[in-house]
């Protein structure tokens, strides 16, 4: 009884990082294309609903930035100021931590107007679930620990080696 309500308990835990994993999404910017120029991301991104706690993967081996910047700087293809965040390193994760409108694109020249933006519109991801409401175990009567459990396990080794044994002159035995 012990050992078994112990297995649930696993199991709970099992399932529950199961669906944390599976609340949180990491999503590769552009699929196999990547960060580069010449892509719709707008395309892209309407494919896709983003919360809060997953991640943006820009994949790009360098001569990029991944540099997230407000609206107004978006559509102009500029950075007026200083940018939010700035990534020069591909490639890059970027942990979207608050709900709302981002948007991203690449500084080098002429890489903004030739595809590099992407906004998006990130969610509230509560995506908290309601817990599971059983409780198991809490009707099972208490059990005291057997503490014969070596003795039990060898015990079953030697009927196990017995049982071969007789299993070895059967056969033996229908061979004959
Ligand atoms: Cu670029």
Sequence with gaps: MAASSSVLIKLLVLVGCALAASAATTHTVGGSAGWSTGQTYDTWASGQTFAVGDKLVFNFAGGHTVTEVTKSDYEACSVSGNPISDTTTGPATIDLTSAGAHYYICTVAGHCTGGMKL???????????????????????????????????????QASAVAAAAAGVLVKLALF
């Design 119 to 157: 906004a998006i519109t990130v969610g509230s991801g509560s995506v908290s679930g309601t817990p599971p409401s059983t409780t198991p175990g809490s009707g099972t009567p208490p059990t005291t620990p057997s503490s014969s459990k070596p003795n039990g396990a060898s015990a079953s080794l």
